[in-house]
């Protein structure tokens, strides 16, 4: 089963998102990515925000791809009005993580786009067509209000740190080669779902096969630079129960 003639190169994308300044987390992410043998990839936005490695994060991740999309935390950083509709905790982070950015990684995050698209496949950071709103898709109700705003027959998206796999045909419960899918890949640095494990996918374009890791990382040490720095304890304490 392949993808069809949408697909003209046979490609393995893995796929990452919202970091929020996890060294550790990126780093174990990246690194098994490396043994895996992907084509290239991706990432779908916020790679700041939460964590205490905004810069880090920010160089390893442009020196690693360039296909990259924009956040809505990464948007923060040089949109200040955006921290606004965030709660208490978010908007200190983006406080933080703006003086301990520099001009070149402000730039940087300034120049990211809000989509990207290769060949049959659309990636965003929240929600196909919905540029600078940043909903939320954690259903496959919310996801069947998309499919109509996007022609590429896959959009991967990130955003609510939970990974899922949402269908636009509603007999369909499985991922295929066939039909049109939204799929969230959950978050690497910053995970809800009740995993603490680190989230990211994989895409096989020719074997039609999409596959949602997990892997465990050095939780205890981003957790203690969190509270080394100042940053609100609970960003601290959510990692340890993946919510």
């Not at 003209?8 to 490396?34: C, P, Y």
């Not at 494990?197 to 203690?224: F, K, M, P």
Request: net charge negative; charged share 25%.
């Amino acid at each position: 089963m392949t993808f069809g003639i949408a697909y003209s190169v046979s490609m393995r994308i893995a796929i990452i998102s919202d970091i929020h300044g996890n060294r550790e987390a990126l780093d174990a992410a990246l690194n098994d990515i490396s043994r895996r043998g992907v084509d290239f990839i991706v990432c779908l936005g916020d790679i700041v925000g939460y964590g205490p490695d905004p810069g880090y994060c920010i160089d390893r991740v442009r020196t690693t791809t360039s296909n990259v999309v924009l956040g809505n935390h990464d948007e923060a950083v040089f949109l200040p009005q955006r921290s606004m509709e965030f709660n208490h905790v978010a908007r200190a982070a983006v406080q933080w993580t703006v003086r301990n950015l520099d001009e070149d990684q402000v730039s940087y995050l300034k120049s990211l786009p809000h989509s990207l698209a290769i060949q049959d496949i659309l990636f965003v950071h929240s929600a196909p067509g919905d540029t600078g709103r940043w909903p939320y898709i954690f259903s496959n109700f919310e996801a069947r209000m998309y499919f109509s705003k996007f022609r590429e027959r896959l959009a991967f998206v990130g955003h609510s740190h939970v990974p899922g796999i949402f269908a636009e045909n509603p007999s369909v419960t499985d991922f295929n080669g066939r039909d049109r899918f939204i799929i969230n890949v959950g978050s690497i640095g910053q995970p809800r779902d009740r995993d603490k494990r680190l989230s990211y996918g994989i895409l096989d374009t020719v074997a039609a096969t999409y596959e949602n890791i997990r892997l465990d990382y050095d939780v205890r040490t981003t957790a203690s630079k969190i509270l080394e720095n100042g940053l609100p304890v609970s960003l601290a304490e959510r990692l340890f129960v993946g919510r």
